[in-house]
Each structure stands twice: as structure tokens, then as C-alpha cells.
């Protein structure tokens, strides 16, 4: 067996906690054990592992901790440096999370190949001293950013940014899916205790041009879906019963 660890700061436990269930399924294939629990002040994802899947497994393990670089980080980097006045709680959120979601897979390819190669990863400590670049990248978005929005801006903000996106996800339940029908949940590395907004939020961080809605939203999601996307809402039948 191999043992492959993640560590974060202590109150980070969240985001070894998003690894270990969105990856869940792997791990049991691959007959993997993982709990995430605390020690020495650091929160620690420990996964033993056969040698046989060693490989696969650290890459998935690093692929999601990239994630949590390009989601969560930014999102605690965005938050505190970004004042957004004139915007009310939950439209701060959208233009945090459309900001987020304007490069993430540029974010996440750039950390995912500075998280790879270690049996054991502190990801704040690759955030801090391997990353630099990153935050350099980050501080030039926040430079730019007005003080002050109004509602007007940040729906033409973030609907420039999906202008040319072209991939399509779906919405049942209150769930969001993407084409292969695989559940997101980076919004899980965001604001955990806002509810409101949620599945609009899940959305823009898909990097979606199209959602399919099959089940009847939220006020606050569907208001704001439908600002965002208009006519590349598809209403299916579910959203009518």
C-alpha cells in the first residue's frame, strides 16, 4: 500500500472534504481507504492506496486539489480584496464567482502542474511558494476592478464573459449536471453557508454558453439565470410540473 496525504490550515477541512466525495467514487473502485481528519493543527486527507493505482490516484488527488486552488483560494482572495460597492450580498457573489470562473481552467491547469510529483502535498504551501505567478495574476484582476457597481454593469460584466461559451449543462432537483450527467459541486469551495443563489452560482462556475432546466428554481437562481442566459435557457418538461 501506498499512503498519499493532502494537508491544509486547519480551518480549510472543507476542501479535503470536496477531494475525498468528488472523488469517492474512484476511490472505492480502486479499493482506496481515506478519511480526512485533524493533526497538529493542519487538516490532513490521508488515502492508502494499492501500488497498482498509485499513479491514477495521486493524479486525480492532485487534479481536485487544483480545484481547490482555483476556486476556493481565489474566491478567499477576491473576497477580501474586492469591495464592489453599490452591489447587494448576493450579486457580490456572482461577480465574485463569474471572476472565478472567467480563467478557471487556465487557474486550475497552471496549479495542477505545480501540485504534481509528491506523495505528500501541503496545499497552502504550494499556494504560498510555488504560486506566486498566480497571486500576481490575481492582484492585476482586482487592479482593475471599479469600486462601485450597479446592477446594469454586472449583467453586462457577466454576460460578456459568456458570450462565446459553448458547453451545456443541465439543472434537476436543484442539482447541476454537466453533459455526461456527472454532478458539480465546485460551489462547494465557496461560501458554504450562502444558500441563496447557489445553483446560478454552480452554473457560471461550469464555464457553460447553455443550461436545460428540468425541475421548477428557486426564485433568486432563476431570476438571475435567466438576466445571464435568456435565450440559452432550454425549459424542459420538468420545469413545468
Known sequence: ????????????????????????????????????????GRSVLAVDCPAYYADIVKRELCDKAADVVAVNYKYDYFKRAITAGGLGGIEKELLLTSLIAADLEEDKRYAFGRLTGFESVAIDGIFHFRLRP????????VNCMPDYFQGAQLRDFITYLLEDKKRKVFVEDEKVYDAQYRRLSRGELMDKGLEEGRI?????????????VNSPLPATDE??????????????RGYFS
Open 1 to 40: 500500500m501506498v499512503q498519499i496525504t493532502l494537508t491544509d490550515k486547519d480551518y480549510n477541512e472543507g476542501n479535503l472534504d470536496y477531494i475525498r466525495f468528488t472523488l469517492g467514487e474512484l476511490l472505492s473502485q480502486a479499493e482506496c481507504k481515506a478519511e480526512v481528519r485533524r493533526a497538529g
Open 134 to 141: 498566480l497571486k500576481a495574476k490575481w492582484l492585476g484582476i
Open 200 to 212: 446560478v452560482r454552480e452554473v457560471l462556475l461550469s464555464g457553460c454558453g447553455e443550461v436545460e
Open 223 to 236: 431570476k438571475y439565470l435567466k438576466e445571464y442566459f435568456g435565450d440559452k435557457i432550454i425549459l424542459g
